[in-house]
């Protein structure tokens, strides 16, 4: 590893932490020839996902398109920027459980919808009204009363 300051290749690793439940490591390492501090993060490399869209495009998975999404659903609601990376992970992982090389985008939405339900239900109803494009207000309506009968005790 190169020191960012001096661009030596000797350092020593002085402090290491797992980060997101094992799938990175964070090192605290120091220069031996400058005596500079710096971190370093180690990965799993994983291998290359791709996103079918609705008109048989395909493109790279991007992780921070689904972040966007969860980011606008959950504007201006008590969901904490450390709750929307923790749910972003969620889904990445379950899109990379699926054991398939190439995911309809149909899927992941399916996956954020169950992820946001169970977060927020404003959240859950912003996704889905753009992601499932509600095309009249009855539509909106028959998922606010679906919301409604699932949160209603028995």
Known sequence: MKCPNCEGENSRVMES???DDGASIRRRRECL???TRFTTYE???????TVIKKDGRR??????????????????RPISVDQIEAITHEIEQAVRALGEPEVPVRD???IVIDRLLTLDDVAYVR??????????VASFERELARLK??????
């Open 33 to 35: 020839d400058c005596t």
């Open 149 to 154: 009968a699932r949160s209603t005790p028995v």
């Open 43 to 49: 990965r799993i490399e994983q291998p290359p996902l």
């Open 59 to 76: 493109q790279p998975f991007n992780r921070d398109k689904i972040a966007g999404g969860i980011y606008r659903a959950c504007e201006k």
């Open 127 to 136: 996704f889905a009204s753009v992601y499932r494009a509600f095309s009249d």
């Open 108 to 110: 992941i939405g399916e």
């Open 17 to 19: 932490r797992d980060l």
